[in-house]
C-alpha cells in the first residue's frame, strides 16, 4: 500500500484490537487517524497487545519530546522498524518501560545489521559491556586468549551501567525475535535466541569479573588465576530471555581473595543482570565457593552424586583464565562419560527425576512448562540420559545443547528420524512459549496462564505468531497446540528408551534407527534392569506374537518398560508379563484393555514390578485386572464391599455337587479377592486397616463355605440330618480382623448335640455327635490344608484347652467346664481374641458369652496371673525370637513390634476389662482407642503404640508382597529392602528413610511397652 487514495477509510479501534477507553484519544495525540498511517495502524492491529504498545508510544512520546517527529517518521517508513518497536512495546512492559527510560535507546531497534541476524556481534556486545564501566585488558590477557579485564568504574554507578547496557542489547533481541509477529520479518529460531543470550551473559560476566577485580584489588596485580565455568543452560548456550547463570569457580590458589572476587562477581551480576548461581559447584552450597583444579578433581572421583556428572554434561569455560577453564573441562569430562557405569547410577537419575516431578503442586502440573508432564524436563532428561548411556563410546554425542544433543542422537542412530524431528520441535515450542511469558514483565517465569483466561492466552498466542485455526480463535488454538505438543514430548519421552529396543530386536526396517545387542542391553541397563540380555529375550517373545497381538506389543511396549523402569524389580515385572501374556494367548480382551485404557495399564506394570505375590496369583485369576480401572466413584478396586465377597464365595461353593469341587471354587474367589486387595494395597488405595479386615472377610468366607458343604456332604452320606449344631471361633488375628498376607487362621471348634424333638438330655447321644463333629473338623481342615499353587489356607487348632495334646472339638459345656477349672492364665489372654467367624450364629455367640465370664471375671483377673502374663512375657523376649534374626527389625517378635504391642493391650484388657465394656473388643486397633479414651494410657503413648502396630503390620505385610511367602524379618540395607519399602508405599529412593522410620517408631512403642509390663 505505497499509495493510498484520499477516500481510504481509517479503521476504528476495534478493529485494530484496540479495546481501552483511551485508545481513540491515543490515536488522536499520536496524529495517526489519517489515511497516511493506514499502514502504521495495521501493523500495530498484529502487536501482541495492542493497547499494551499504544500506552507505551504515548508514554515514548513524551518521552522522547521534540525528536518524536523523527521517531514518528521512520515509523511510517520503515517497515522493519515499525515491526521491532510494536513488538517489543506490544509484548513487554519491562521493556517498554526501559525504551522510555532511556529515550535515546530507540535508535537501536533501527540497526545497520552489523550481522546476519540484523544484531550486534558478540565481539561488539563484549566491548559496549566493557566499555559500559570503562574496562581494560589485564597485562598479558589477551595474549593467552583470556577474559580478564579491570574495570575504572566501581561500586553502584558500575552496577547501574552494566544494567543499562545489558538492557540495550537485550532490547535489540527481544525486537528481533519478536518482530516477525508484526512484519514480515525472517523468523529467529530459537537456537539462534539462546546462543546469542549466552553470549550475552559471557560478556556480561566477563565486565562483572572485570568490575569484581576492581572493587577487591583495586590498582595492585590480580595475585589468583580464576576460571568461570558456564553450567546448565548457559553452559549448553541455551539460555532463557530470564534464568539463573549456573556457574563453577575454579581458582588458583583457591584462597579468601580469590573467594572474595568470585562472591563480588555473583554479587555485581545479580544486582546488574540475573541471578547467578553457584550452587551445582562441589558440596552444593555448603561448600567452598571457589576449589583448585586438584580439589574439583578428587571430589568428583570419590564424593560426587551422578546427578552432578550428568550436569557436567552442559560445563563449558565461560570467562576469566580461559586456559584454567580449558584444563577443568579436561580433567572432569572423562569422568562424565563413565557416570552410566556407576552402581547407584540408576536409582540416582530415576530419584531425580522423581523429585523434579514432586516439585509441581498437582494444580499446576497441566500449565508448568519446564517441569510438569510433557515438559521441557522431559526433553531435557530423556536427552541427558540418552547422552551419558552412549555417549562414553561415541564421541559425536558430547555436545552441550539439547537439539545439539537431539541432532547426534537422530545421526548415530540412536533415536528415530521422525521421533528426533517431532522432538525438537515440540521443545523449540515450549522454550519460544517459556521466552514469551518471561519477556512480559522480564520475570522468571515457567507457568502458562489459565487455560480460561482468555485474554491471557490471546496476548500469549499473538507473541507467539500463533493465528487462528479454523472455527478457533487464537487462544483455542494455542491451547488446542500446547495439548498436543505436550503430549508428544510426554510420549516421545517414554518411546524414546524403548523404541529402538524394540527396533533392535524386531529389525524390521532397514532405514530406521538400529540398536545392536550391545547397545540395547546397555541401554536397558542403564535404565534399572539387572539382566538387560534377559529383557532382551523376552522383548523378542512378546514382540513374535502372531498377528495383531505382535502389532500391539510393539505398540504397547514402550510405554510399558518405562514403568516398569520405575518399580524396584523391572526384570521380575517384564518377566511377569511375558507369562501373562502367554497365559492369556486366547483372550483378546487383556491387550486391548491395555492399549485402550492407561490406567490399567500402568497400574498393573507397578504391581508385576512390585510383588512376587500379587503377580503369580494374577496368572490364575487375570479377571481382576479389569478391576484396574476406575469409575465414577472411584477406584473399582475398591468398589467390592466384603460382605458382598463373602456371600457370593459362599454361595458359589454351596452351589457344587461334591465338597472337592466346592472348595476348588472356595479357592478361586478367595484368590480373587486375595489379588484384588493386594493390588489395591500395593497402589496405595486400602489403608492397613482395611486390608487386615478384607483379608479377615474372606478367611472367615472360607470357613463357613467349607462348613457349609461338609455339613451337607455328610448329611447326604448318612441320610439324617447332622446331630450336633458346629460352630468355629476364630482366635488370634483372625479373631481381631487382623490378618496379614501370610497369616493362619487360629480358630477353635464348638458343638452342641442336637436334642431330639420332644426328647430329653437323656435321649442325647453326645458321644455319637462329638465323634461326627470330629469327623466334620477334621474334613474341612483336610480339605482346606490340600496343598495348592495358592497361598496355603492353614487351620491352626493349637490354642484349644490343653493345647495340641486336647480334643480338636469340645461341647459348649466341655469348655465351659475346662475354663471355670482348668484355664491357664495364657488361654484366658488367648481368649480376648475370640470371635465367631463361621458355622452355626447362635452357638458362636452363646460361646463368646461364656468365654466374656472367663476373661472379664468380675473384680477381674487375679494379681497371679497377671504376674504369670508378665514372665510369660519376658520369656517370650527372650527365646521365641528366632536364631540369627535382628531384633531390631524382626515385625512380629522384634522390639517394639506387632507381638509388643498386642501383649501391652491385652494386659491392660486384663487389668481393666472387668470395669470397662469398651475394652471388651478383639481389634488391637480399637482397644487401644478405648485405652486413650479411659485415660489408661496417655494420647501421646496411645499414639505411639498405633503407629508401631501399623507400622509393623505393613512392613510384614510388604515382606509377603515382594517375596511371596511369609517373612517377619525386615532385610538390611539393599535391594531387597528398596522392594520392600516401594510395596509399603515408599519411594524406592526412600528406603533408607524407610528403614529408619520403622526403628524410631518401634523403638518408642518399645519405651511404652516397657512402662506398662514394668508398671
Known sequence: MSSLSSRAVVPGPARLGLIDDSAPGDLAALGWITPAHLDVLWALSRAPDPDLALRALIRLCAAVGDAWAEVDDRIRTRRTFRGRLFAVLGASEALGDHLVAEPDTWHLLDPDGTTEDGLPGFDEVLATMLAAVDAVPEPGALERGDRIYRAGVSGPAAVVALRTAYRNILVQLAARDL?????????????????????????????????????????????????IIAMGKCGARELNYVSDVDVIFVSDPADGMSARIAGEVMRIGTLAFFEVDAALRPEGKAGALTRTLA??????????????????????????????????????????????????????????????????????????????????????????????????????????????????????????????????????????????????????THLLPEFDDREAMRFLARAAHIRPE??????????????????????????????????????????????????????????????????????????????????????????????????????????????????????????????????????????LGASAYV???????????????????????????????????????????????????????????????????????????????????????????????????????????????????????????????????DVLFVCDPIRPEGGGDDDVDEAAAMRWANTIADRVRTLLNTPSADPPLEIDTGLR????????????????????????????????????????????????????????????????????????????????????????????????????????????QLRHGHRLASLHNTSTLQCLDAIGSAEILSETDVGLLKEAWLTATKARNALVLVRGKAIDQLPGPGQQLRAVAFAAGWPEDQASEFLDNYLRVTRRAKAVVLKVFGA
Not at 513 to 520: G, M, P
Not at 550 to 569: A, C, F, K, V, Y
Not at 846 to 870: K, N, Q
Open 470 to 607: 479454523g472455527d478457533l480463535d487464537a487462544a483455542a488454538s494455542l491451547r488446542a497446540e500446547i495439548r498436543r505438543q505436550s503430549l508428544r514430548v510426554r510420549r516421545l519421552h517414554e518411546k524414546l528408551f524403548y523404541r529402538p529396543l524394540l527396533d533392535a530386536v524386531t529389525r524390521i526396517d532397514a532405514d530406521e534407527l538400529r540398536l545392536s545387542d550391545a547397545a540395547a542391553t546397555k541401554r536397558l541397563a542403564a535404565l534399572g534392569y539387572a539382566k538387560p540380555d534377559h529383557a532382551l529375550s523376552h522383548l523378542r517373545a512378546l514382540l513374535s506374537s502372531a498377528g495383531r497381538r505382535g502389532q500391539i506389543q510393539e505398540l504397547l511396549l514402550p510405554t510399558l518398560l518405562e514403568w516398569l523402569s520405575n518399580t524396584p524389580d523391572p526384570d521380575a515385572g517384564l518377566l511377569n508379563y511375558r507369562r501373562l501374556c502367554e497365559s492369556l494367548a486366547d483372550q483378546d480382551w487383556f491387550l486391548r484393555l491395555l492399549r485402550d485404557d492407561g490406567l490399567v495399564a500402568e497400574r498393573l506394570m507397578h504391581v
Open 615 to 745: 503377580s503369580e496369583l494374577l496368572m490364575r485369576s487375570p479377571e481382576v485386572i479389569r478391576l484396574y480401572t476406575d469409575s465414577a466413584s472411584g477406584p473399582k478396586l475398591c468398589e467390592v464391599p466384603i460382605a458382598d465377597v463373602a456371600n457370593g464365595l459362599i454361595a458359589s461353593a454351596v452351589r457344587q455337587p461334591d465338597a472337592k469341587r466346592a472348595i476348588a471354587v472356595a479357592r478361586s474367589h478367595r484368590r480373587a479377592e486375595l489379588v484384588r486387595v493386594a493390588s489395591a494395597d500395593i497402589l496405595g488405595m486400602l489403608d492397613t486397616p482395611a486390608v487386615c479386615a478384607a483379608l479377615s472377610g474372606v478367611w472367615a468366607a472360607v470357613l463357613n463355605a467349607a462348613l457349609k458343604v461338609v455339613i451337607a456332604e455328610s448329611a447326604a452320606a448318612r441320610g439324617v440330618p447332622a446331630p450336633a449344631r458346629m460352630a468355629v471361633i476364630g482366635m488370634g488375628r483372625l479373631g481381631g480382623q487382623e490378618l496379614g498376607y501370610g497369616s493362619d487362621a
Open 179 to 227: 518482530a516477525p509477529a508484526v512484519e514480515d520479518e525472517p523468523v529467529l529460531w530459537f537456537p539462534q535466541v539462546g546462543r546469542y543470550l549466552a553470549d550475552m551473559a559471557d560478556a556480561a560476566l566477563t565486565a562483572s569479573l572485570a568490575v569484581a577485580i576492581r572493587e577487591v584489588c583495586g590498582d595492585a596485580p590480580l595475585p589468583v588465576r580464576l576460571a
Open 801 to 908: 484347652p490343653e493345647g495340641r495334646n486336647g480334643p480338636v472339638v469340645r461341647t459348649l459345656a466341655a469348655y465351659r467346664a475346662y475354663y471355670t477349672q482348668w484355664a491357664q492364665p495364657w488361654e484366658i489372654q488367648a481368649l480376648l481374641r475370640a470371635h465367631q467367624v463361621a458355622g452355626d450364629e447362635d452357638l458362636g455367640v452363646a460361646f463368646l458369652h461364656m468365654a466374656d465370664r472367663i476373661r472379664y471375671p468380675d473384680g477381674g483377673v487375679s494379681a497371679d496371673a497377671v504376674r504369670e502374663i508378665r514372665r510369660i512375657k519376658a520369656r517370650v523376649d527372650a527365646e521365641r525370637l528366632p536364631r540369627g534374626a535382628d531384633p531390631a527389625t524382626h515385625t512380629k517378635l522384634g522390639r517394639g513390634g506387632l507381638a509388643d504391642v498386642e501383649w501391652t493391650v491385652q494386659l491392660l
Open 295 to 444: 580439589s574439583h578433581v578428587a571430589y568428583y572421583q570419590r564424593w560426587a552424586k551422578t546427578w552432578e556428572f550428568q550436569a557436567l554434561l552442559k560445563a563449558r569455560p565461560m570467562t576469566g583464565d580461559m586456559g584454567l577453564g580449558a584444563d577443568y573441562l579436561d580433567a572432569v569430562s572423562p569422568m562424565v562419560w563413565e557416570a552410566s557405569e556407576r552402581e547407584d547410577f540408576v536409582p540416582e537419575v530415576q530419584a531425580m527425576r522423581r523429585r523434579v516431578e514432586k516439585m509441581v503442586p498437582p494444580d499446576l502440573r497441566s500449565r508448568e512448562l519446564k517441569l510438569g508432564s510433557g515438559s521441557l524436563r522431559d526433553v531435557e532428561f530423556a536427552v541427558q540420559l540418552l547422552q551419558l548411556v552412549h555417549g562414553r563410546v561415541d564421541d559425536s554425542l558430547r555436545v552441550l545443547s539439547t537439539v545439539e544433543a537431539l541432532t547426534a542422537l537422530t545421526a548415530g542412530g540412536y533415536v528415530g528420524r521422525d521421533d528426533g524431528a517431532n522432538l525438537t520441535a515440540s521443545y523449540e515450542f515450549l522454550r519460544l512459549l517459556e521466552h514469551r511469558l518471561q519477556l512480559q514483565k522480564l520475570k522468571r
